[in-house]
Structures are given as C-alpha cells and as structure tokens.
C-alpha cells in the first residue's frame, strides 16, 4: 500500500476542517492506494483513534442451549482502532 500525503495543518483544531475540505482528494487516493480483501466484510476509518464495534466468539452457557439459541454466539466489544 502507498503513503498517502495530507497537508499538515498549522492548529490541531483545523484537521477536521481540511479533512472536509479535501475529503474528495482523500478517498480518491484511498481508493487508488487500497486493495480491499474479498472476504473483508466492513471498513472502519478514522482521523485519530476511534472505537469500533467487533463481534467476538462468545462461550456457550453451560447445560443445554435454550430453544432458538445461535449456534456461533458472539457478543459486541467496542475496541480501540
């Protein structure tokens, strides 16, 4: 995968401001710049660090399963991305 070159802005509070800005030129060069896995089900993106929600393997309760209960259960944790 390329770099990708975003202008660095002189304020912290002017990221978002030039990410919408050149929110055109920015996925353009992503699209460009990122081959996307054919089993890859979503993307997350972001400007700083941001929680996203993961379906993790969950352990079946003991004893045996209420009717209707999935057969894979997962449970949803928000993880740091």
Known sequence: MGHIHV??????HLVGALAVAD???????????VEVPEEARSISVSLDRVSVP???????PA???KKGAPK???????RMA
Do not use: C, S, T, Y
Not at 23 to 33: C, F, K, R, V
Not at 54 to 60: G, I, L, N, V
Not at 72 to 78: G, I, T, W
């Open 63 to 65: 004893g045996r399963p």
């Open 23 to 33: 929110h055109q030129d920015i996925e353009d060069a992503l699209i460009d710049a």
């Open 7 to 12: 202008k660095r802005p002189a304020e912290p």
């Open 72 to 78: 894979k259960p997962v449970e949803r944790n928000f």
């Open 54 to 60: 993961m379906e993790e393997p969950r352990q079946r």
